[in-house]
């Protein structure tokens, strides 16, 4: 890897060390400390990640048209900000408050730092985002580690030791970013008259629409470990230590199995297609272990097991999304890319916490694996018009431009 990928894989890893201080806890720390209802907590949690998919729109727009390292420097200043607000003022109006501030910061940093990773080494293609992907899961692992320790002395420390990581990220990026800004490329004209002209594209856009459909479903999913399943554990005696191993487990597993994931997809798996249909089957047994677990052990193989999918199909996203991608376009379509993943994270808790409220973690569960199917159907169906151009343009049938 180049040199310039690495100092984004850094970022990444101090970035969401920072961010994993206080997302795991989070549905415990207002359940439990503010004694809000698990609805209310999933509403507070919606409100927080809608404020990141503004974030992460504006990321990817500002990504392609002031540049990178302004995006980064602009996202941290207010990520920092709000988490040392928060260190002073965490009662409940407050924190929602400032929830939505870090919201909106952090989601700005992510579309710029994958945009940058797919300007800095385009011809690594995957490995620039499978990078980034294990980047941001080392940090997960460092900061849910960290975060349980941290808790588990006085909950008030976490808000501050955030703050703390988001100073490093600012340093890294002041430092470490500037010489990159040059690497961007010049965004193409977004005249209403020319997109007429530029069928192709729009298409590529519709594409990715239809493939994150799925995507968010698999969020939505995904989201409930960090919301509803944390409480669930908790009512079921499982420490808050050790519900952080969970995590731990998550990101070191990540970054241990990499090459053996690597090797798995070279010998068995040649499209990116078909890597999203394994992981995806894979999240399907990940819920239905957990739809019977009820001791830690279990809930350890269900990580384990939805860890295992991850891996195949978060990569692979961005990566898609790249290819489409315009020249010009990488921040705006990175940031789609993690607006819907936000937007997953918005509706799962809600959702999670309704199903939960109303009827059981069970239920809840068996909903999820059938939703999985329509991600199924959304994978399957994404690039169908592409096909179609590419074939008609070999028949030179095509009545556009290419």
Known sequence: MPKALWLLVIGMVVNVTGASFIWPLNTIYMHQELGQSLSVAGLVLMLNAGAGVIGNLIGGHLFDRIGGYKTLLFGISITMGSAFVLVFFHSFYYY???????????????????????????????????????????GVALGTALAGVVASVRFDFVFFANGLVYVLFLLLAIFGYRHLQAKTEKPISTNIFEQKKKKPQRTGLYALLILLSGYLICWVAYVQWQSTISVHTQQLGISLSQYSILWTINGTMIVLAQPLLSFFIKRWIHTLKSQIYTGL??????????????QFTMFIVAMVVLTIGEMFVWPAIPTIAHKLAPKGKAGYYQGIVNSVATGGRMIGPL??????????????????????TLAFVSTACYDFQLKRMKKAEETKSFPYPS
């Open 96 to 138: 929602v408050a400032l929830l939505m501030f870090l919201g909106l910061g952090a989601g700005m940093t992510f579309p710029a730092l994958y945009a940058f990773a797919g300007t800095v080494w385009p011809e690594g293609e995957r490995k620039a985002f499978n990078a980034m992907y294990v980047a941001q899961n080392v």
């Open 281 to 294: 089957f894979i999240f399907m047994i990940s819920f239905f272990i957990l739809s019977q677990a009820e």
């Open 351 to 372: 959702l999670g916490g309704v199903l939960a409220d109303l009827y059981s973690m069970t239920i809840l569960f068996y909903v999820l694996i059938a939703l999985f």
